[in-house]
């Protein structure tokens, strides 16, 4: 299997730009999340899909911050207006099943906001 | 609030030179208990879960264990191509997202 995918791997936008990011997880996994991670605060979970619905979102830093699931094979998180402080590396996991199992993460996005 | 506390932040290790990471966690109602490496420029790889306190895992030179306030991560004989960092991460309560702690960055020297 591919694994999780992705895309844009880099991304580099100004301040007040709109910026989306794309997540197409494991095929057949049932559960997607989405974690940002920077040096000073670590990995933290933004939020997390069971089944394409959004099931908790309280880790969202604002509404600046949404995120969508379509269908089970793609999901996008948007930023808009980006800041310099959303600048991170951007994290897509999936897991197999509903509940507490391992989740695989994908490549990540690196986002720089200037 | 999950919280979770790894220590030490960073550790240097000799190749053959076995040593234990800690994850100490604070949370309600423990799911289950992840531990992952992370290479630089990488997402986070899985490697185990453990889910009640007793229980162990294995995988070539690694071994997570669990208690009820902490898990530690054993190193036996590492190689270079252990040199990565190490995270930690609980699921508690009703929600099925991870709590991640700030990780161990490993290096073994040759």
């Known amino acids: 299997d591919a694994g999780v995918i992705q895309s844009p791997r880099h991304e580099v936008t100004e301040m007040g730009q709109e910026v989306t990011l794309r997540c197409k997880p494991i095929s057949g996994h049932n559960s997607l999340f989405w974690y940002r991670q920077t040096m000073m605060r670590g990995l933290e979970l933004l939020i997390y899909?069971?089944?394409?619905?959004?099931?908790?979102d309280s880790g969202m830093p604002e509404d600046r911050f949404s995120a969508k699931m379509p269908n089970a094979s793609f999901s996008t998180l948007k930023i808009q207006p980006s800041e310099p402080r959303d600048s991170a590396v951007y994290f897509c996991?999936?897991?197999?099943?509903?509940?507490?199992?391992?989740?695989?993460f994908g490549p990540g996005t690196r986002l720089t906001v200037t | 609030e999950d919280q979770v506390t790894q220590s030490p932040e960073a550790l240097r290790l000799q190749e053959g030179e076995s040593s234990s990471l800690n994850c100490s966690y604070t949370v309600s109602g423990l799911r289950g208990l992840f531990w992952y490496r992370q290479d630089p420029g990488k997402g986070p790889e899985f490697l185990f879960t453990?889910?009640?306190a007793g229980e162990e895992k294995e995988k070539e030179r690694l071994k997570a264990t669990l208690t009820k306030k902490e898990s530690f991560l054993h190193i036996t004989a590492p190689k270079p191509e252990d040199s990565a960092t190490y995270l930690c991460a609980v699921a508690g309560g009703g929600a099925d997202g991870l709590t991640f702690g700030k990780g161990t960055h490993l290096i073994i020297q040759p």
């Open positions: 899909f069971n089944n394409n619905v959004p099931i908790d």
């Open positions: 453990l889910y009640s």
């Open positions: 996991a999936s897991s197999f099943r509903t509940g507490v199992y391992e989740q695989y």
